[in-house]
Each structure stands twice: as structure tokens, then as C-alpha cells.
T-cell receptor
Framework: GAGVSQSPRYKVTKRGQDVALRCDPISGHVSLYWYRQALGQGPEFLTYFNYEAQQDKSGLPNDRFSAERPEGSISTLTIQRTEQRDSAMYRC??????????????FGPGTRLTVL | KNQVEQSPQSLIILEGKNCTLQCNYTVSPFSNLRWYKQDTGRGPVSLTIMTFSENTKSNGRYTATLDADTKQSSLHITASQLSDSASYICVVSLSNSGYALNFGKGTSLLVTP
């Protein structure tokens, strides 16, 4: 596709359930990033991949959150035992080259997660 | 505490008018500053990027300024159009962790006919 795609666009789940959010980056983009955006706030960094290697996961809030990118393309962000405070927009971005501050990140439309 | 502060939080202007959005940051060590436009329901799209040595950058009707000494930036929109209605987000990158972007909360701009 032409841009970063994410699925599902909307996810409603009950507290305690696990969810998996998918990101399909722009073809050929080396780096992939996950962000969380609460309502009325700017996105907050979660984790970053270079190819299949997870370079930085310092933004993941706790061990219920994990991410993978096994073949260096599609990535999955998994939240186990969801809690209401996990409700947010989860955004994925990709950049053509490795994660440096000058490499423009292109953002996907996001997945709106609501935990009841 | 958010280290990238934007003002105003929201703004309503008439079509054709100009406006200026402000961004103050405290994060360091500074690498570059971007302004993003985020349409409702869409991901942010980069408008401009400025490094430490640049103090102005234009992209069509958008002009961004940067004062790295006072850690302030502004985004000026000239001759506003209805399609300019969006959230404008100031984003600062650090030289020691460039990929982890530091986002402001954004300014919500509404351009009315």
C-alpha cells in the first residue's frame, strides 16, 4: 500500500482480555515505531524496531505490553490482561532508514482501543 | 510534566486570516524540531523540520521559526483555508535518542467560512 496501515481500526475488549494490534509499514521501510496517544495528548513513544530487532522498548509501560516484528516487516503490539487505563489510540510509524532524528516517520491511522 | 508545551490549546479563525501557533520546549540535548499536521482520524503528517542552525523554514503557506537559544518555535499559517482545520503538533527530537519523538499536545485549529 501507499502508506502505513494498521488493523483493526477500532477494538473494544473487556478488561482482562488480551489484544493484538497489527502494523503494516510502508514497503521497504527499515524502522518501525509504536506510540500510544491518549485523548487530547500527543503520542508517547513505546518501542522501536530496526528490521526485526527491537532496539528500544523503554517506553513500554509494563510487562503486559510486548511487541514483535519477526520478519522485519509487519509488527504486532500485544497487550495482555488489558486494563481500562490501556484505552488509547495506538499509532504505528515507519521510516525508510534506521532510527535517527532526521529520518521522517510516517504515521498510520491508528487503532482505537477501548477497554471496558 | 510534558516537556513540549504548545499554545493556544485551540483556535478559531476566519477563512483567509493568518494565525501563529507557539511551541516551547525544555527537552535536551536538542536535535531538531518538527511541526506535524494531524487531520481528524488520520495520522500526523510532517510539515517542516528544523535543526539547531536553522531559524526559519517554509512549506507553502506554512512558515515555521525556531529560536534554539530561547527554545521556542512558532508555526505561522498565511491566508488560511478551510482545509487547514486540524491539530498542529510540535515535535522535538533529541540528539541522543533521535527516534523517540517528544510530542506536544497540539493546537486544535478550526477555520470557519
Amino acid at each position: 500500500g501507499a502508506g502505513v496501515s494498521q488493523s483493526p481500526r477500532y477494538k473494544v475488549t473487556k478488561r482482562g482480555q488480551d489484544v493484538a494490534l497489527r502494523c503494516d509499514p510502508i514497503s521497504g521501510h527499515v524502522s518501525l515505531y509504536w506510540y500510544r496517544q491518549a485523548l487530547g495528548q500527543g503520542p508517547e513513544f513505546l518501542t522501536y524496531f530496526n528490521y526485526e530487532a527491537q532496539q528500544d522498548k523503554s517506553g513500554l509501560p509494563n510487562d503486559r505490553f510486548s511487541a514483535e516484528r519477526p520478519e522485519g516487516s509487519i509488527s504486532t503490539l500485544t497487550i495482555q490482561r488489558t486494563e481500562q487505563r490501556d484505552s488509547a489510540m495506538y499509532r504505528c510509524a515507519s521510516s525508510l532508514r534506521g532510527g535517527g532524528s532526521y529520518n521522517e516517520q510516517f504515521f498510520g491511522p491508528g487503532t482505537r482501543l477501548t477497554v471496558l | 510534566k510534558n516537556q513540549v508545551e504548545q499554545s493556544p490549546q485551540s483556535l478559531i479563525i476566519l477563512e483567509g486570516k493568518n494565525c501563529t501557533l507557539q511551541c516551547n520546549y525544555t527537552v535536551s540535548p536538542f536535535s531538531n524540531l518538527r511541526w506535524y499536521k494531524q487531520d481528524t482520524g488520520r495520522g500526523p503528517v510532517s510539515l517542516t523540520i528544523m535543526t539547531f542552525s536553522e531559524n526559519t523554514k517554509s512549506n507553502g503557506r506554512y512558515t515555521a521559526t525556531l529560536d534554539a537559544d530561547t527554545k521556542q518555535s512558532s508555526l505561522h499559517i498565511t491566508a488560511s483555508q478551510l482545509s487547514d482545520s486540524a491539530s498542529y503538533i510540535c515535535v522535538v527530537s533529541l540528539s541522543n535518542s533521535g527516534y523517540a519523538l517528544n510530542f506536544g499536545k497540539g493546537t486544535s485549529l478550526l477555520v470557519t467560512p
